[in-house]
């Protein structure tokens, strides 16, 4: 049965999945991007977001970097930070993402959003459509976009909390990553309340870069 899942969020040792003050020259905030190296090293990121063949990267990592590729996922979630540092009301539709006109994603995106704004297709097709009706409604709208296929949260740290919170993500792959960085955006915060402890890790695999683990979400008795 079609999933919602979030794949390859990189997490840093004290729980950060972004630094701090994110902008146009900071996209990951400052320091986050130490937390996608292991990802970004791999044939299976590069070739999704149109790069030459970089050099072997770990095996291990090349097998999570390639899960939510392909046609595995047919819709993806994503927060409004995702998409771009503007903030507040739309002042026009200038901003198009961090991706340019060919995106790496292949299908449709639902972007979480307080504030109304038209679809947006890129040169390549992607459509993104600007949900305010909250993620209940952003994930209904996805799986009628995704059809048998799963649907991806791809972040930030606020959207997948949500998801988690209310019990609605399936599975959840973190790449633990050995790095500090002292504050950006938390996944795990005190609003999860007790939801965190309705999952359990059901695959814990260890690379030369970064600790990958899969939680599921525990079937309901």
Known sequence: ?????????????DGYLAG??????????????RLHAWVTATGAWRDRHGLPEP???DPVDERFAARGGGDEVGATIMG??????????????SWRGWWGEEGPFGH????????????????????FRFVTGGPRAALD????????????VGGGAATVRQYLAAGLLD?????????????????FADDLGA??????????????TVTHMRLRRRAQP
């Open 20 to 33: 701090p003050d994110q902008g146009p020259d900071a996209p990951l905030g400052v320091g986050g991007e």
């Open 171 to 187: 599975e959840l792959h973190l790449a633990v990553v050995p790095v500090l960085l002292g504050a950006g955006e938390r996944l």
């Open 55 to 57: 050099g072997a990267a």
């Open 141 to 152: 709208l996805a799986r009628e976009a995704a059809g048998d296929r799963h649907v991806r």
């Open 1 to 13: 049965m079609p999933e919602l899942r979030a794949y390859a969020l990189s997490l840093s040792l």
């Open 108 to 127: 449709p995106v639902l972007v979480l959003t307080h504030h109304a704004r038209e679809d947006l297709v890129l040169g390549d097709g992607t459509r």
């Open 195 to 208: 939801a965190a402890s309705g999952y359990e890790v059901v695959e814990h695999a260890p690379s030369s």
């Open 80 to 93: 409004r930070n995702m998409f771009g540092p503007v903030r507040g009301p739309w002042r026009d539709a």
